[in-house]
């Protein structure tokens, strides 16, 4: 099984297809339908995942496999229907996943809840920021020094990355906007982690 990367306090989606012993779907089902159980470095979680159907007619059989990592780590998503009387599931799917912050000077601007983060690079060298947005909207990503004067930002469309310099070394608020984007006051903060600029 495939290990994939994904973002903390990203909102992940999977899709799962669920057929019969004939190989026909199976529609009509619904959370309580499925034993579903994660994990974090192999130890149980109580974050919740949500397991919907798709669309009965257009997608029959399909159903939507939701999550929120809120740590990074390795996390596993087990999907399985119940067996009949005492006999064990049926495993429908099963996802593995690395959640992490970004490496180095990769920010995640999805890491909402990130602790602060040392970027790895010299003064007045490009930091790259990843962050994930609606392809309709233009988001505004800034880096800021502490005291809030703003150092360097840009405008982007959708999904990152994009890429800015910090003016001096130290700790730096990276923030992406989500709504009046445009402005150069901004007001409406959708993402904000604290990262530590190294000279």
């Known amino acids: 099984m495939s290990v994939e990367q994904i973002a903390v306090q990203s909102t992940h989606i999977e899709s799962i297809f669920v057929l019969d012993d004939n190989n026909n779907p199976v529609t009509g089902l619904v959370a309580a339908n499925f034993n579903i159980s994660i994990s974090l470095n192999g130890e149980a979680s109580a974050l919740t995942v949500t397991i919907a159907e798709v669309n009965p007619t257009t997608n029959p059989g399909e159903y939507s496999v939701t999550f929120t990592p809120n740590a990074t780590g390795r996390w596993v ?4 229907r119940p067996g009949t009387g005492s ?4 495993e429908v799917w099963t996802g593995e996943y690395d959640a992490i912050y970004g490496d180095d000077n990769s920010i995640l601007g999805q890491a909402l809840l990130a602790p602060n983060i040392t970027a790895v690079v010299a003064n007045g060298d490009e930091v790259e920021v990843m962050y994930y947005g609606a392809d309709t909207q233009t988001y505004r990503i800034e880096i800021r020094s502490t005291t809030g004067t703003v150092e360097a930002y840009t405008t982007n469309e959708g999904n990152g990355p994009v ?6 070394t130290g700790s730096k608020v990276i923030a992406v906007f989500g709504v009046n984007s445009g402005s150069a006051t901004p007001t409406t903060r959708t993402r904000t982690m604290l990262v530590t600029i190294a000279g």
């Open 87 to 90: 006999g064990a599931d049926e």
């Open 77 to 80: 998503v087990y999907v399985g």
């Open 163 to 168: 890429t800015l310099t910090p003016v001096n």
